[in-house]
């Protein structure tokens, strides 16, 4: 999913929050001040008390746009569909609101208001999403934002979807390379093709294309992060996991690595932003007692920085308050033959590099405080995956690299559910789980499980 098509669609809840409260005030200086002619008006509704009711009444439209799917995550919005969500979803408010008339009057005396309201709102509406369709056009005609395409397949079916996106450039697609089939240099050329062009998805046209074929190509999307897209009469598309789209006139289906694309991504970044800060305000004294102890206990700095590798295989700064000695890292290399456990990771039960209060800070889990600084920064999330060394990302298997699809966080499903009494494998099917069934009550659910474990003083992770 695009940084561009998910900030242009979160843009659009105030916007047209916006909108609606301008249609509902040029609603009534229509009625009360430029119309008064034609229509006596017998009582003057106070601009206060219709401010206020206005308010109300826009929240719940957009909280009806949102059902309506006016919200919907895309780079494709057709103008018709949307005119006519925007038709429906306006008429749907306007019902409600003549309801709430019904039974408690005072509301609006004026049916004039009401039928006003509704007209102004759909043109209102319309006309804002006009400019925003043109705008990200014009982004789109200028290479922002596209999605850079390579087109599998060589009957008509291809020919005419490569014909379509190479002549329908507002659409938001480039095709950047075009293949017959799988061949054994296939993979190899593509991940060379990567190194200086971005590929951001794959589309499978042909439906030709031996089955086989067509696993080894989404095996190589999951691995590099790439969308696969396929022509809906392949597989059994009963899947809740999927989504369907025409391009010229052909069904085109995409596979959903999580439910984190789309608006899903939006909520938990506001989530994670918001805790994160309420976190750090009213850890802050316990940062600097816990920072000052740091110091006190061993030479060495407050706060380590570790290298990590986060989404997307992108490599950041981990934030930990200093839990062993200074020459850690390289006293590492000394221990490798005592790690105790399985896969790629290393973990020690009883390891010298800890220093005094370095155990402490780990059973309790306080030495992790300082990510909240990583949440904030957008580079961790509050619950994911546990974030790894690039040493041990480096001996990932193929269905491990599926971790990397989202954020890493603080706390997470493996680390709830087993700390590391897990083998490597287990961490790796829970936190798979996680990312395909992801929701708000889920990372709440963690969220509120975690100081148990923390109290209970299992090994920490």
Known sequence: MKKSELAISAMLVPLDYAVLIAAGLVTYKIRFSAFTGIRAVTEVIPLNVYLNVLLVVAAVWVAIFAVSGLYTIRSTRRAADELAKIFLACSTGILLVIVAIFFQRELFASRFVVLVGWFVAVVLVTIERAVVRVVQQAMFTRGIGVHRVVVVGTDETTQ????????????????????????PDLFDRLVERMRTTRIDEIIQADPNVPKADTLKMIDFCNEHHIIFK???DLFDTHSSNVEVQALAGVPIIEIKRTRLDGWGKILKRLFDVVVSVIGLIVTSPMLLIVGLSVKLDSAGPMVVKLERVGEGGNHFWLLKFRSMVKNAEALKQQLLDKNERDGPLFKMKNDPRITRLGHFLRRTSLDELPQLWNVVRGEMSLVGPRPHEPAEVARYEKHHRKLLSIKPGITGMAQTSGRSDLTFEEEVRLDTFYIENWSLKLDLQILLKTPWVVLTMRSAV
């Open 160 to 183: 005419d979807i490569v014909s379509f996106l190479s002549t329908h450039l507002s659409l938001g697609y480039r095709i950047i390379d075009r293949i017959d089939g799988v061949t």
């Open 230 to 232: 396929y022509a809906a």
